[in-house]
């Protein structure tokens, strides 16, 4: 995928954008990292809406030219906590010339903070590499999985954990 200009908007999730999320966030998934998963070990690709933007929950997009290179969800475990979901940037915008990762997570750090967040969790393979040290610039501390609240749900490919706290 060629872009002629490295500029994009971040916008919240309507429906328009559901099939272009399906197709990037499986793309990353399983074309670029292997990872064993499909559309339908993912029901909340198929109700984004539902499992999002709900409570304190929200789901954004990056969007260049028409065209969805990057998504970041947030969902909502109560007890002023939430999980970090679904964050995928197209190989072509990653890195920090392009900022797209960390404009999603300061528009989603921005939304947590204004609902009074004050935990954020996430689950992560252990073959994003890149994502971890990502997170681990952006002050999140790697916590055990059973330390992990209760209403955190774990897809069964995460193996390492991130807790952020929110106002520190």
Do not use: C
């Not at 954008?17 to 990872?35: A, C, H, R, S, W």
């Not at 069964?156 to 106002?167: A, G, P, R």
């Amino acid at each position: 995928m060629y872009f002629s200009r490295m500029s994009y908007d971040i916008t919240a999730y309507t429906d328009i954008y559901k099939p272009q999320i399906i197709d990037l966030i499986l793309g990353i998934q399983t074309e670029e990292f292997n990872v064993a998963i499909t559309a339908n070990d993912q029901p909340d690709l198929q109700d984004i809406h539902g499992y999002y933007q709900q409570g304190t929950g929200n789901f954004w997009v990056a969007v260049s030219e028409g065209t969805v290179i990057g998504t970041i969800a947030l969902s909502d475990i109560h007890n002023k906590q939430a999980a970090l979901r679904k964050m995928f940037v197209h190989k072509d915008f990653r890195g920090k010339a392009n900022g797209v990762a960390q404009a999603l997570l300061n528009t989603l750090l921005m939304w947590a903070r204004e609902n009074g967040l004050q935990e954020l969790f996430l689950g992560t393979t252990d073959k994003f590499h890149a994502a971890h040290h990502f997170y681990e610039k952006n002050h999140f501390q790697r916590v055990a999985a059973d330390l992990l609240p209760v209403n955190f749900s774990r897809m069964t490919v995460d193996s390492i954990f991130y807790k952020l706290d929110i106002n520190s």
